[in-house]
């Protein structure tokens, strides 16, 4: 060991000296290769006059120059190589040169073939002639660029109209720095046009195009793209309209108008045309300050704009409300007559219980081949007061009156009728309530209006109304479409006011108009059930006769289930048959009604039927168990199905109520010892290890001091075996 210790020590020292030495030889080699060339050739100017090209012959950026200049003579090879690496064109190659000429790459590979678009590398090689040390220099690229600017879209952002056709604006997406040039063209040929360039985000705006030369109409705009690199993309076309002109807008009718108060104005409107959009009358916008109620001058005025915004010069039509002349009438005079040079409207208002009262139009007279007629000039209006309020008749200005030729030009005005019991059954099974009959006319003569007539019945909204003429009823079914000024269809309707709250009617005959509620009433329904067993299933049949009139269909209610038997079209005395399956035997309650509009007939009182079970042998009830059949049916009423009650499960729990599992029990558990024999085995393989390591050197000293030589191999100490009776010596040695 102490040997050992004496070796290491003088190795140390060497290398402390040998290390300057080496350090000071390698410094004074580095000093002479400096001597010999102390920087090594470089390039002194390097100029690329583009460095994006467009090969397509078009004479802009078609190819690029590359100019070099070198600080000593070098060999050099000026190569084009592309992304991979490869050289794609060979430019120039020299043994010696300083300052060659410019040498140019027009885009082509040593094939004279254009490259495709992308960017290639300039790789300029050289070396120095007299020393040789060879540089590479790939620090400049230059790109290919043949494609031309995709297509884009031209938006006119601004409609073309008369406000702003000096100031039209187009805009584009493109790519950065490319050049817009655009034509406007009217149908005649007409032109405008310009350029712009795109910012370097691509954006092209125009503002300001003035195309007020051009002609109304579509316009064409076509246009294209350059880019900065001289490609040019194709021509592209976009279509707008422009219409500079507004609409004109024409009155129907005069514009100066005369109506009379408290009469319903209803404009005759006005048309509007376009020179591009055609008739847009449907664009017009109405105002007016019209009040029929206050007699007085107003406007009606119109506006209209066509869909480029061109605004129609505003039309006015003048409206003159004329105050109209009341007549009140009474039982001195209950005659009001109108003649033929009246200037206004007239009001007629009867008061309460007035009757037989008349209007005198004998004036307005005209007599014809088969008729007599007359014309209003102006609109009458009449308030009958009635205990219900004031039923209003309003027959309008320009209505003509129709008699037969002996009518002598009166008609009766309107007077409440009492009711005479004409009214008493509506339909079968349909009596009316609540009347209120009025007169209008003359009871002997019918007359006939070529326009509808309007009967406003007070806080009637949603009542039934109907007619009598020479004795027969007949029902107004038909509904208006507006309460003001409807479309008449047939010769009357019938609609609520605006308001909810009145009844009003549109005619166009005089005569006695009724207003009535309906009040239904239905026979009640005899009828009978048996009860049936067939196959071990329960029936229950239950029969009547219709009972006509307007039923529309009948309940059978069985232990209060409902089901529903549609009437037939025939219905009184018709015989109708219901089978419903029951589940069990007992009392069944049932009961049969009438239904029409969700009213019953009155009947309430059930028929209870009795589903007795059959007589059974006590021998047979002993032997045959049935099973039961779960079916769906109406239980008896006395019925009561037996609960059947929950299963306790019990489950292991400890005192705190926590369900356990199941625990297992001492023969199941086993010690595993495999892990404790692995590790003891470890143990020991550990301890031999590191014994024998010891051992070795131990060996090895103790044999180089007793000897006082270093041990040799076959040397050290001995291990003597003794096997039966001999002695043998082994050398003590262990591999290194």
């Known amino acids: 060991m102490k040997k050992f210790l004496r070796k290491s020590l003088i190795y140390s020292l060497i290398f402390s000296i040998m290390m300057p030495v080496w350090l000071v030889t390698g410094a004074l080699s580095a000093q002479k290769a400096e001597a010999a060339d102390p920087i090594g ?17 078009d004479g802009v950026l078609d190819d690029v120059s590359i100019d070099l200049a070198f600080s000593e003579a070098v060999s050099v090879n000026l190569d084009i190589t592309d992304a991979m690496g490869a050289v794609v064109r060979d430019i120039y190659s020299s043994s010696s040169v300083t300052n060659p000429s410019a040498k140019k790459w027009d885009g082509k590979n040593n094939g004279s073939v254009l490259v495709p678009d992308g960017v290639y590398t300039v790789r300029v090689d050289f070396t120095d002639v007299s020393d040789g040390i060879n540089v590479i220099d790939e620090s400049q690229t230059v790109t290919v660029d043949t494609q031309a600017p995709a297509n884009v ?12 056709q000096t100031s039209v604006a187009i805009s584009a997406v493109s790519e950065p720095f490319a050049l817009l040039d655009y034509t406007f063209e009217d149908n005649l040929g007409a032109t405008v046009s310009g350029s712009q360039t795109a910012d370097s985000s691509g954006n092209i705006s125009i503002d300001d195009i003035d195309l007020s030369s051009l002609l109304d109409g579509v316009i064409d705009i076509n246009y294209y793209l350059t880019d900065q690199f001289g490609n040019q993309s194709a021509e592209q076309s976009v279509a707008t309209n422009k219409d500079a002109t507004a609409p004109v807008i024409t009155l129907i009718g005069s514009d100066s108008i005369s109506v009379d ?9 006005a048309t509007a045309d376009d020179n591009i959009d055609g008739d847009i009358t449907a664009a017009i916008v109405t105002t007016s300050d019209v009040d029929t109620d206050i007699p007085g001058d107003y406007q009606v005025k119109y506006n209209a704009s066509d869909s480029a915004g061109n605004p129609a010069i505003e039309v006015v039509r003048d409206v003159e409300v004329i105050e109209s002349e009341i007549v009140t009438l009474s039982e001195l005079e209950k005659e009001v007559a109108i003649s033929s040079g009246a200037t206004a409207g007239t009001i007629i208002n009867i008061p309460l219980g007035l009757t037989d009262t008349v209007l005198d139009l004998s004036d307005l007279l005209v007599a014809g081949p088969s008729s007599q007629s007359v014309t209003l000039d102006h609109q009458i209006i009449i308030n009958l007061t009635t205990d219900s309020g004031i039923i209003q008749v309003v027959i309008p200005a320009g209505t003509a009156i129709t008699g037969s030729l002996t009518w002598d030009g009166k008609l009766g005005l309107p007077q409440i009728v009492s009711n005479d019991g004409k009214l008493l059954t509506i339909s079968a099974n349909t009596v009316a309530t609540d009347i209120l009959a009025i007169e209008i006319g003359l009871t002997t003569e019918t007359l006939t209006f070529d326009q509808a007539v309007k009967i406003v019945f007070p806080d009637s909204a949603g009542s039934k ?31 609520n006011s605006t308001d909810g709250k009145d009844l009003v009617v549109w005619t166009k005959h005089f005569t006695e108009f009724v207003t009535y509620s309906e009040n239904v009433t239905l026979n009640s329904p005899v009828f009978s059930a048996v009860t049936s067993i067939e196959n071990n299933d329960k029936y229950l049949t239950v029969s009547w006769k219709g009972v006509g009139g307007a039923v529309e269909k009948y309940e059978i209610a069985v232990n209060d289930v409902k089901n529903y038997v549609t009437a037939n079209p025939s219905d009184l005395n018709q015989s109708y048959s219901f089978k419903l399956k029951v589940s069990d035997y007992g009392d069944y309650k049932v009961l049969v009604r009438s239904l029409v509009q969700n009213v019953y007939s009155s009947n309430t009182t059930y028929l ?43 489950v292991p729990s400890d005192d705190s109520g926590i369900i356990k599992g199941e625990e297992s029990t001492s023969e199941n558990e086993k010690t595993n010892w495999t892990p404790w024999i692995i590790l003891f085995i470890l143990i020991v393989l550990a301890g031999a290890a590191t014994g024998g390591y010891f051992y070795w050197f131990a060996g090895r000293d103790e044999a180089e001091e007793e000897s006082g030589k270093p041990v040799q191999k076959g040397d ?17 040695t262990k591999r290194w």
């Not at 879209?153 to 702003?164: C, G, I, K, Q």
């Not at 108060?261 to 409107?269: K, V």
């Not at 050290?716 to 003590?732: L, Q």
């Open 41 to 57: 050739p470089t390039i002194t100017s390097y100029i690329l006059d583009n460095p994006v090209i467009s090969p397509n012959s």
């Open 261 to 269: 108060q408290y009469s319903y104005y209803l404009d005759a409107g």
């Open 608 to 650: 209870t039927v009795t589903l007795t079970a059959p007589v059974t042998s006590v021998a047979t009830i002993a032997t045959v168990v049935e099973e039961p059949v779960a079916v769906p049916s109406i239980a008896p009423a006395s019925a009561k199905a037996a609960e059947p009650q929950p299963e306790e499960i019990k």
């Open 465 to 495: 109304i109907g007619f009598i003429n020479s004795g027969v009823f007949t029902k107004i079914s038909e509904a208006c479409d507006d309460a003001d000024a409807p479309v008449m269809l047939t010769d009357e309707c019938k609609i």
């Open 716 to 732: 050290g100490p001995k291990v003597v075996v003794r096997d039966k009776g001999k002695t043998v010596e082994r050398n003590k």
């Open 153 to 164: 879209s031209l938006t006119v952002t601004t409609p073309v109209n008369y406000a702003n």
